[in-house]
């Protein structure tokens, strides 16, 4: 199994940018999908995951500001991040919960003020 996870870069305050994890070597239309974020010197946390029939959760501090989304045609699942603040700034990790997890390599996100 392996998730390719791309679109992190830098972006002022007010920005946007789009995530994107590509699963391949498991059926991924079964499995539910999440994206974590890890500040420097802060834990991981959930920011965002979908089930597998679509439904969708968010962290509080993203609420109305992230979109997640997937598509099982392209075994993608993709963050939408709109209004991007300083606080946004982090590795974000894309994770496929299946009979383990298994995590993507990370893709940085910095948000200047």
């Known amino acids: 199994v392996q998730l390719q996870a791309s679109g992190g870069g830098l972006v002022q305050a007010g920005g946007s940018l789009r995530l994107s994890c590509a699963a391949s070597?498991?059926?991924?239309?079964?499995?539910?999908m999440a994206w974590y974020r890890q500040a420097p010197g802060k834990q991981r946390e959930l920011v965002a995951r979908?089930?597998?029939?679509?439904?969708?959760a968010y962290v509080d501090s993203v609420k109305g500001r992230f979109t997640i989304s997937r598509d099982n045609a392209k075994n993608t699942v993709d963050l939408q991040m709109n209004s991007l603040q300083p606080e946004d700034t982090a590795v974000y990790y894309c994770k496929l919960a299946a009979w383990r997890d298994y995590w993507g390599q990370g893709t940085l996100v910095t948000v200047s003020s």
């Open positions: 979908i089930t597998s029939s679509g439904t969708t």
């Open positions: 070597g498991i059926r991924f239309s079964i499995n539910d």
